[in-house]
C-alpha cells in the first residue's frame, strides 16, 4: 500500500479551498482520504490560509508515505509558522 500526501480540491468553481490528505496513490484526487491533515485556501494571503496537523503529518512520513512537492512545501511553512509563533 504506497500512500502520498497531497491535496484534494474542495470549494466552488474559481475558489478553490485544498485539504491537505493522507491517501492511496492510486485513487483519485478527490477520492476517499485514509486521513484528513488539514486545509489550504490559496486566495487568502494570511497566517490562517493554511492549517495543518504537523505531528500527524510526520507521523505519516516516518510511515511511509510520500509527500508531493506542493504538500511538501505546505508542511514546510506549516512548520516555520510553528516556530515563530
Known amino acids: 500500500m504506497a500512500l502520498k500526501i ?3 480540491r474542495i470549494g ?3 475558489n ?3 485539504h491537505v490528505v493522507v491517501a492511496e496513490a ?3 484526487r478527490d477520492g476517499a482520504p ?3 491533515l ?3 485556501n490559496p486566495r487568502t494571503k494570511n497566517e490562517s ?3 495543518l496537523d504537523t505531528v500527524r503529518a510526520d507521523y505519516w512520513v516516518s510511515k511511509g508515505a510520500v509527500p ?3 504538500a511538501l512545501s505546505l508542511i514546510k511553512k506549516a512548520k516555520k509558522a510553528v516556530v515563530a509563533a
Do not use: F
Request: aromatic share 8%; hydrophobic share 15%; no cysteine.
Open 38 to 40: 488539514g486545509t489550504y
Open 26 to 28: 492510486r485513487s483519485r
Open 34 to 36: 485514509t486521513e484528513v
Open 49 to 51: 490560509s493554511l492549517k
Open 12 to 14: 466552488s468553481t474559481h
Open 68 to 70: 508531493t512537492d506542493t
Open 16 to 18: 478553490p479551498i485544498y
Open 6 to 8: 497531497r491535496l484534494s
